[in-house]
């Protein structure tokens, strides 16, 4: 029985407006952000809520499926209604500078406490210089230095008068004391000393040597009592000091009293005001002077680096970061110039996106993640330790050893999401052993639905909120119509629709721009088809260049006559995600052999091993049905006309197998007719992808040279489910100028190609004369015979072919 062509009705799977549930997108009052994703929803449901180790989340699906917004906004609900973090602040450790400390506060009150501390040291700068220079503290100084003083000049004065006594001045010279003997209570000079008799002279000289000697001795006591007066003065200061100090940090710590480690920090930054409180005072006027160049005293220690903060009651952080290199993680020191060399110290610690999502969720794209270098063995190694260590990456891989600022760890608590597409999902499952064991929960995002009544309906009330948040006019319940047929569509197949939001949404945006050209109030869905139309024409080039040679003959495609070995197969290009149907002759070439069937695609290395094996199965096929009892005596060579480029998939061998037949028959074939497919071992023709392009692009050829009727594409009967062809090929087919087949086996197919029979073997396995089976088996039997006659006779060439 002759196959009929497909109706018109049977190419388009249109969708009714009666399905939207509005007359307009602006009726939607209520949003919708997510259609048919309940595996999906379930399993962040699920991994943000049980909150154990290695239970952080992969978000699967296609690029452009909105996962980004819809997780997002999945986690940013959760999070409003769970508990607020805490607050973290890096302090300067007094007995360990190189590791500063982390201090964890309340929601809240980082800001607070480190406002306070702010606070505490600027009125120390007034407080204790007022303290210094206060009458008391001027009172008891001036004690200790008299003291010191009286005590050195009560030295001076026992030797004084021990030798006055005996008639020798204590004088005092630039150089320091000497001795001098009197006469008559005035200094004697030289000349009249060693007019002296001998006698006297010596016994002066003695006297003066020992009073030299008591003098020493006196002097030499002079640093202990310096000293002595110092330590009494720097008790003095100390206590002066504590008096002012200490009162200040004790209020400071029965604000903050209940934080661990806070009384600690303040007790030791005390401790340390205390000590240095003369960097306080600097100002007064008996300070010492400081060296050339040396450096201002610092305060940056007493200084306290609000980390993180989140205010009370805002719940959880949601956390997306879109450079996730090695210090936007885990945390970095930064550096600044400093008498021509980098430092740093604590107040330069800046957190990572880990240190930002701690205590709630942090969001990452995994291709950019695991293209920086590092980052993710970094991520690994926080989330293993469950704790955020800041360290250098140069430190970190071992290329750094000068010393440098060993910040105290901060504990982890964070839930990871990764959002990639599937493919690297499993490379990382398969490859990285440790992959599976943080991240146990895949939510998978659907690209497409099903397309049902229930399934429009959601869709349409998602394209409203869509538009509403894109800020674009109303669209009518038929746009929103024609909005979900293109869903359909793009993905090529009319019993599902595309969910893909950013796709949808751009769609929108642009039917949105031409009807705010044309002046509309209300997208219709002419505007839709136009933005459609636009696209198309905007990404066409390559196509039309391609039509174009064909029509100028450069590539070469019959649309009518007969040839015999030759047909038209049918291929889909995909460049910059554009995808057209391209026609490409297919020809064959038999003589007797030994049963090989060459691949010149293969053969030359443009064959793909998909292409490859619908080869090999044609090969069954043939060997199967026409030489079940003995070898095929066949050598053909098969090959894509004018392909200058790689050759893959199967959806050709259908096509080559037809045209084999053809050669072995001697049949023409209708070069009308355009041919896809895939086939199996027992002749079946199976589904191929690109099923609406390939048809297109086959009568695009054929209206440019004129449509006579006669011309049409056959297709699998499994691929009609998938058909959502363009509205002036359903026009074409519907007034009787194109038609489109759908065949189920290659004897369908060839019947259609021919005109002839196919046959169906008898019993004995006899095809009728005449039928296009009978007319294969008895070439395949002649060719048998050849070949037996010229092996007995020796005269094969050693290739499989005679």
Same mark, same amino acid.
């Given at each position: ?498 969910? =893909? ?14 009807? =705010? ?286």
């Amino acid at each position: 029985m002759a196959i009929e062509p497909l109706k018109a009705a049977q190419l388009y799977a249109p969708c009714a407006p009666e399905l939207i549930p509005y007359q307009s997108t602006a009726e939607v009052a209520e949003p919708v952000d997510v259609v048919g994703q309940e595996r999906a929803l379930a399993a962040l449901a699920f991994g943000t809520g049980i909150r154990r180790d290695g239970y952080n989340l992969f978000i699967l699906g296609t690029p452009g499926a909105g996962r980004h917004g819809v997780v997002r906004r999945f986690l940013e609900q959760r999070a409003a209604s769970q508990a607020t973090p805490a607050d973290w602040c890096y302090v300067h450790n007094f007995e360990q500078p190189h590791r500063p400390r982390a201090l964890r506060f309340a929601p809240g009150q980082g800001k607070g406490f480190c406002e306070a501390v702010a606070q505490l040291v600027q009125d120390l700068h007034s407080t204790l210089p007022s303290a210094f220079e206060s009458d008391e503290y001027q009172a008891r100084r001036r004690v200790v230095e008299q003291e010191f003083k009286d005590r050195h000049e009560q030295a001076i004065d026992e030797i004084r008068e021990r030798a006055r006594a005996k008639d020798i001045a204590l004088i005092t010279t630039p150089g320091g004391f000497a001795f001098a003997p009197l006469v008559s209570g005035e200094v004697m000079s030289p000349a009249a000393f060693h007019k002296l008799p001998e006698e006297t002279r010596k016994r002066i000289e003695a006297d003066i040597e020992q009073l030299e000697q008591e003098l020493g001795e006196r002097l030499r006591r002079l640093p202990q009592w310096q000293k002595e007066a110092r330590r009494r003065i720097r008790e003095l200061d100390h206590d002066m000091a504590m008096s002012v100090v200490q009162p200040a940090f004790a209020e400071l710590k029965t604000a903050f009293e209940g934080t661990p480690g806070v009384a600690e920090y303040l007790d030791a930054a005390c401790r340390d005001v205390v000590d240095n409180v003369g960097d306080f005072t600097a100002t007064r006027e008996d300070a010492a002077p400081r060296l050339p160049f040396a450096p201002e005293p610092s305060f940056t220690r007493y200084e306290v680096n609000l980390l993180i903060q989140h205010p009370a009651g805002r719940g959880a952080p949601v956390v997306y970061a879109d450079l996730p290199n090695y210090p936007n993680l885990v945390g970095r020191l930064d550096h600044q110039a400093r008498f021509g060399t980098l430092s740093t110290d604590f107040t330069l610690i800046k957190p990572g996106a880990l240190h930002e999502a701690n205590g709630g969720y942090l969001l990452l794209d995994a291709m950019r993640l695991l293209g920086q270098p590092y980052a993710w063995d970094a991520m690994k190694r926080a989330l293993r330790a469950k704790e955020l260590r800041i360290e250098l990456l140069e430190r970190a891989i071992g290329l750094l050893t000068t010393v440098s600022l060993d910040p105290e760890p901060i504990p982890l608590d964070v839930t990871v999401l990764l959002i990639g597409d599937r493919r690297l999902y499993y490379l990382l499952a398969e490859y990285d052993p440790e992959f599976a064991e943080l991240f146990k929960v895949a939510a998978d995002f659907e690209d497409d639905l099903r397309r049902s009544p229930d399934t429009t309906r959601d869709l349409a009330r998602l394209l409203a909120t869509l538009a509403s948040r894109q800020g674009l006019l109303p669209f009518g319940s038929a746009a929103v119509a024609r909005v979900i047929e293109h869903a359909s569509r793009s993905i090529g197949d009319a019993q599902r629709v595309d969910v =893909r939001l950013n796709y949808l949404g751009d769609l929108l945006t642009q039917a949105d721009y031409f009807a =705010r050209q044309a002046g509309a109030a209300l997208v219709l869905p002419s505007h839709v088809q136009q933005a459609i139309d636009a696209a198309e024409q905007r990404s066409g080039r390559v196509r039309e260049r391609v039509q174009e040679a064909i029509l100028r003959d450069t590539l070469l495609i019959d649309t009518a006559g007969e040839r015999v070995g030759q047909i038209n197969g049918l291929a889909v290009l995909g460049l910059g995600g554009v995808m057209f149907g391209r026609p490409t002759r297919i020809t064959a070439r038999v003589r007797p052999g030994q049963g090989r069937v060459l691949d010149i695609e293969r053969e030359v290395e443009l064959g793909g091993p998909l292409h490859s094996k619908g080869v090999l199965i044609l090969s069954s096929f043939l060997a199967a049905r026409y030489a079940a009892g003995e070898a095929l005596s066949l050598s053909a060579s098969l090959v894509f006309e004018q392909s200058y480029s790689g050759v893959d998939g199967d959806s050709a061998s259908c096509a080559e197998l037809y045209t084999l037949l053809s050669a072995l028959a001697e049949a023409p074939i209708r070069q009308s007719l355009a041919v896809t497919g895939s086939v199996n071992q027992f002749g079946e023709v199976q589904a191929i992808g690109g099923v609406n392009e390939k048809i297109e692009g086959f009568f695009d050829i054929c209206r440019a040279r004129g449509l006579t009727g006669n011309q049409g594409v056959l297709i699998p009967a499994s691929n009609v489910q998938h058909l959502m062809l363009r509205a002036d090929v359903r026009d074409a087919v519907a007034a009787g100028q194109f038609n489109v087949y759908a065949v189920r086996t290659v004897d369908e197919g060839i019947e259609l190609l021919t005109g002839l029979p196919a046959g169906v073997a008898d019993a004995e396995g006899i095809y009728p004369e005449g039928s296009i089976n009978g007319l294969v088996s008895d070439r395949l039997a002649e060719y048998a015979r050849i070949r037996a006659a010229l092996v007995h006779g020796g005269e094969g060439n050693g290739n499989g072919d005679i």
